[in-house]
């Protein structure tokens, strides 16, 4: 039996209220324009598929980093149900039932992966990382490469991303293995990649300790401790350009928070400034950034701000050359109407020259690092880029030899 919509109820909270009287708007609207409202209730009620909703919900809301509480806008509401009209029966109003939501989606797609995992075919090799979040709160990454047992393909996941104390191996360590353990994967271990940090020595020789002596499985640290290519290329790099920093003063780079800190610390200021044109180019930047009135200076010179180099962010340096000598005439101007904080740093135009010969020279270890990221780049790619490497080093001391002096090296 075919009837009009009726959207009215029992008893109305303060969020159907809201979505009733934008329906009863839209509905008034479609019927001035003559179109038809005759539907089946049952037609509606058949296409509702709750399990569905809830993914699409739960997805909706944790992938575009939604607020809990969007399930409390009226207009979300009457978007639902103006496209389904017994939308309503499975859309939840609470935002406490979204939290509930995505925990059991979790669990769910987490029971996936485990039976995933514990069927896969070889080892599980884990690549491991730590994160600072926005709130200082430091988060160790774990993702698993394996090869599927049902399809034989290679699948990469994530793991977990959880709080750790510290930067330690023991501290990552204790935060891994539990991990596994839910899982259940602890002896299918294959090799564990990070960066060339001694923590992850310590990490590496703690996880076969524990393989020894709990789980009395061998498994070699020295065999299976595996460094990302990436970070090397980037400390390649940075022992390159900066022979001059120790590891204490490079550790100004990781605070880009607190430039308005080091635009004022003449002596950090200085040592840069050792560098050459790189350190001149290092302070400036700094300087641009320290509080909002010169960042909307800057800006209002280049139209935009030169990106940061950053010791733990790879080609960062070769980013922030790249885009600085398009904008070398802006940060020209920028230097001299604050000659007196900046006349030391001042980049003259030979030394534009050697800036923009640095950032040819960087060139390649960018489209290295690219080249070789992600779960396509193999052994035979990896030993082939590291002799063009070494190849470039050699054919740019030909065509430049002076080019190391010029970086004041």
Sequence with gaps: ??????????????????????????????????????????????????????????????????SFSAVEWPEFHALCQALNPKANTVIPSSHSTISTRILEAFQSHKDVVRKK????????????????????????????????????????????????????????????????????????????????????????????????????????????????????????????LFQKLTSEELESYDHLDEEEELADNEGIAAKFRELGPLGKLHNILIYSRSNDVLIQEFVKLATRLIPLDNRTRWNSWHTCLLVALLYSSAIDAFTKAHWEKLEKDFITPQEWKRLALIKDFLAPFHRATLSTEGHKASLDSVLF?????????????????CFFCSLKL
Excluded at 117 to 138: E, F
């Design 1 to 66: 039996m075919e009837s009009k919509i009726d959207v009215k109820g029992p008893s109305l909270n303060r969020i159907q209220d809201a979505t009733l009287k934008q329906l009863q708007q839209l509905y008034l609207k479609a019927e001035a324009t003559g179109q038809s409202l005759e539907i089946n209730d049952h037609v509606f009620e058949n296409q509702l598929n709750k399990d569905v909703i809830n993914e699409a919900l739960v997805s909706l809301i944790v992938v575009r980093n939604l």
């Design 117 to 240: 995992l514990q069927s896969a075919l070889g080892h599980i090799h884990l690549s491991m990382d730590i994160w600072t979040s926005p709130n200082r709160k430091l988060l160790l990454g774990i993702t698993g490469d394996f090869i599927e047992c049902e399809d034989v393909r290679h699948t990469k996941v994530l793991l977990a991303l959880r709080p750790v104390r510290g930067h330690s191996g023991q501290d990552q360590f204790h935060t891994l293995l539990p991990v596994l353990q839910e899982y259940g994967v602890v002896r299918k271990i294959g090799a564990c990649i990070g960066d060339g940090s001694g923590t992850n020595d310590t990490l590496s020789r703690a996880i076969q300790d524990h393989l020894c002596t709990e789980e009395d499985f061998e498994w070699k640290a020295v065999e299976w401790r595996t460094r990302c290519l990436g970070h090397i290329f980037n400390r390649v790099i940075h022992t390159f």
């Design 385 to 401: 880029t590291m002799d063009i490497l070494l190849r470039w080093f050699q054919v740019s001391l030909v065509r430049s030899p």
